[in-house]
């Protein structure tokens, strides 16, 4: 048994097409393929640990490596990390690629208050150059969605303050939540600068319904320790987790964990890396997801030399984002699968497995914890 199970969500970093990639318009993704198709790139830890031997490249030399299947109906964040937690949902949240009823947008603009401009797929970066300075000039809304089952707002900071905007995202989300509109998640996207420079700030806030029974409720019982670093706190809404602790950038996670390396917890401690998807595969940067996966493996080793030998540590993803795929939405991707502890004596290759699941179904019975849920199975 390990005391502490640390779960490091690499977001987007799908390793190649899922079998039903062809249905979601994804057939030929692969995230990983992509970013070290060409020589040049350096990644000596996650090689070691069998990442790059799931792209058929080197082979890695410790600790245990394998793929996992995605079973969940979508392929973002929301579903692939329920899945991990033992959820598969019966019907996947709603989509709006054409933008919001009218009927929703004139419910949201009666309980905010505000005007709605933008109503439409689109990238945050983009929205914010097109209608940014009318929003300045109006105080209206910028609404606007995505491939994802997502309401997304973004304001300047200096016209409605970040806690205004947070409490314009909980009214919409109770809107937004109903079983008529369906929707996985409303997302508070704050932005500072001068027109022509506007930038979006740290202070995201994702507001999401409570979730279904999962694997976090299950060690919760048991009076375990569920950390949560980055957004894995507002994918769960809070619920199931003693502590959680937002995170600025990937670097700053991983700095997060390391602390918590220092701590005598007994659980798990459940991190989300988010730039890979937001700035870099949304955005078919290709160049800079690799410098990000390098900068990632840079200082991985601070995280290893102080784990324990009662330590488990699992690498994952959640979909994929391939940055050289055509448009900007996320792919439909197996993911990557890499455990590592200072435990273990040998090296090797898991089987696929057929659901994210199976992380969490690991996770409980380390902790001796009945798999009530009968979602997934124990590696």
Excluded: W
Aim: proline content about 4%; charged content about 25%.
């Amino acid at each position: 048994m390990f005391k502490r199970v640390f779960l490091i969500v690499m977001d987007s970093l799908g390793v190649g097409e899922a079998l039903d990639a062809e249905k979601f318009g994804d057939k030929g993704a692969n995230t990983l393929g992509s970013l070290v198709m060409y020589d040049g790139y350096h990644l000596p830890v996650l090689t070691k640990l069998g990442l790059l031997e799931l792209a058929g490249k080197e082979k890695g030399t410790h600790g245990y490596h394998g793929i996992l299947m995605p079973q969940n109906k979508a392929k973002d964040t929301l579903n692939g990390h329920y899945e991990m937690m033992g959820i598969v949902l019966d019907k996947p949240y709603q989509t709006y690629p054409d933008g919001f009823p009218i009927l929703m947008i004139s419910e949201i603009q009666r309980v905010t208050g505000r005007e709605v401009i933008g109503n439409c797929v689109a990238s945050g970066t983009e929205i914010i150059k097109d209608l940014g300075e009318m929003h300045m000039k109006t105080g209206a809304i910028i609404v606007y969605t995505s491939a994802d089952s997502v309401l997304q707002v973004a304001a300047h900071e200096s016209i409605i303050p970040v806690e205004e905007l947070y409490q314009i995202c909980e009214k919409i989300s109770k809107i937004a939540f109903r079983e008529e509109y369906k929707i996985g998640r409303v997302i508070a996207r704050p932005f500072t600068g001068k027109v022509g420079e506007f930038v979006r700030t740290p202070r995201r806030h994702d507001i999401t319904k409570e979730p279904p029974r999962n694997y976090l409720d299950l060690l919760y019982e048991k009076g375990l320790d569920v950390i949560a670093l980055g957004k894995i706190g507002d994918i769960f809404a809070g619920k199931s987790i003693t502590t959680s602790l937002k995170t600025v950038n990937n670097i700053d996670g991983l700095m997060k964990l390391i602390d918590f390396t220092r701590k005598d917890f007994n659980g798990l401690c459940f991190l989300n890396l988010n730039d890979f998807d937001t700035l870099y595969g949304h955005r078919r940067d290709r160049d800079g997801y690799l410098k990000a996966l390098e900068e990632l493996d840079r200082y991985l080793p601070i995280f290893i030399n102080k784990l324990k030998e009662d330590d488990l540590v699992i690498f994952t993803a959640d979909h994929g984002n391939d940055p050289t795929f055509v448009g900007t939405d996320h792919t439909r991707e197996n993911v990557p699968l890499l455990i590592y502890s200072k435990k273990f004596k040998y090296y090797g290759e898991l089987p696929i497995g057929n659901t994210f699941a199976n992380i969490g179904a690991t996770i409980i019975d380390n902790f001796g914890i009945e798999n009530t849920l009968n979602m997934g199975e124990s590696f």
